[in-house]
T-cell receptor, first 114, second 114 residues
Framework: EAGVTQSPTHLIKTRGQQATLRCSPI?????VYWYQQALGLGLQFLLW???????NRGNFPPRFSGRQFPNYSSELNVNALELEDSALYLC?????????????FGSGTQLSVL | GESVGLHLPTLSVQEGDNSIINCAYS??????FIWYKQESGKGPQFIID?????DKRQGQRVTVLLNKTVKHLSLQIAATQPGDSAVYFC?????????????FGTGTLLAVQP
């Protein structure tokens, strides 16, 4: 069974450009989470999608947005890129059951803003 | 764990020794705790979880200890192997709370010396 897949693995952009990151959850998972991991820091919650709807967002400006498609895959869009947006962006899908909640993470997209 | 900017706390151990990675959590009301392992170039991987009605839980070569009195969590790895080299994150939440409320620590780098 395939895990969470993200593309591209690396993305290089310049300030002011827009970036689109993609994620496919594990088959059968309907919830997708996006996290930002800046170098040397922990994971900061960005966005949560479930059943095609945005359920919650973290403390990030509106230029961070996304969507979830009918097949539960998701896109993260970052507009008007700034240097401090350089980070590893991780997508995760959620397994719930038997009093356990497990996030399964992809390998991430490394975004570099020059 | 405390944020240390770009410098992750590092634990260096000899292969075959036991490792203990510590984490101080922030919310006394948290009742669900998880340890994740993140290898270089990969997303975080679930290791083990524990609920607040327990103070110890064992997995394969790993043990998690919970001290609610001082809000402290630790991960013990027995007979540490080179493949254990990674960044380890603790995370806290309410069980049944929205997973987007999962709070990750900044991580500890475990370096296993051959």
């Amino acid at each position: 069974e395939a895990g969470v897949t993200q593309s591209p693995t690396h993305l290089i952009k310049t300030r002011g450009q827009q970036a689109t990151l993609r994620c496919s959850p594990i088959s059968g998972h309907t919830s997708v989470y996006w996290y930002q991991q800046a170098l040397g820091l922990g994971l900061q919650f960005l966005l949560w999608y479930d059943e095609g709807e945005e359920r919650n967002r973290g403390n990030f400006p509106p230029r961070f947005s996304g969507r979830q498609f009918p097949n539960y895959s998701s896109e993260l869009n970052v507009n008007a890129l700034e240097l401090e947006d350089s980070a590893l962006y991780l997508c995760a899908s959620l397994h719930q059951g038997n009093r356990v909640e497990k996030l399964f993470f992809g390998s991430g997209t490394q975004l570099s803003v020059l | 764990g405390e944020s240390v900017g770009l410098h992750l706390p590092t634990l260096s151990v000899q292969e075959g020794d036991n490792s203990i990675i510590n984490c101080a959590y922030s919310n006394s009301a948290s009742d669900y705790f998880i340890w994740y392992k993140q290898e270089s170039g990969k997303g975080p991987q679930f290791i083990i979880d524990i609920r607040s009605n327990m103070d110890k839980r064992q997995g394969q070569r790993v043990t998690v200890l919970l001290n609610k009195t001082v809000k402290h969590l630790s991960l013990q790895i027995a007979a540490t192997q080179p493949g254990d080299s990674a960044v380890y994150f603790c995370a806290e939440n309410f069980y049944g709370g929205a997973t987007n409320k999962l709070i990750f620590g900044t991580g500890t780098l475990l370096a296993v010396q051959p």
